[in-house]
């Protein structure tokens, strides 16, 4: 079964900057400086030019993978969510965890969660527990802790 790759406008934003901060700024400076690196003789011991040539690689590994995620990104924009007193993706939400206490979260896209330690991904165990909750409802979470109970105080969609 295909998951499909869902993310905000927001996200798929932050995907294509870094794209093309890699493909046209990154990378370039790199191949200057590898280029530069094996005009100096002797590559077995080239510390320039091997990290170098590291550093393209795992440049390039970087920019494949952003181009396979934007290709397959399925947006979705929370703020044209119609229904707002349930949590779905892209829902901003508060929520009171016993064993933590109040925390606020966004349900967002597996390629998002690096940009914002608030964000959480939607295959994540607390975003599929929050899932269709409402406020005032109290969900159960699986954690390594154990079971964790999550009672909902607010939802809202950007």
Known sequence: MEVRNLITPAGLDALKKELNELKNVERPK??????WAAGNGDLSENGD????KQRLAEIDFRVHALMKSIESAFV???AA???RDQVFFGATVTYESERSGERTITIVG???VLHDKSYVSCQAPVAIALMKASVGDVVKVKTPAGIDNLEIIEISYA
Not at 49 to 52: E, F, K, N, S, V
């Open 110 to 112: 597996v390629d998002e």
């Open 81 to 83: 969510q119609t229904n």
């Open 30 to 35: 790199v191949a200057a400086d590898v280029n």
């Open 76 to 78: 979705i924009d929370p």
């Open 49 to 52: 030019y091997i990290y170098g």
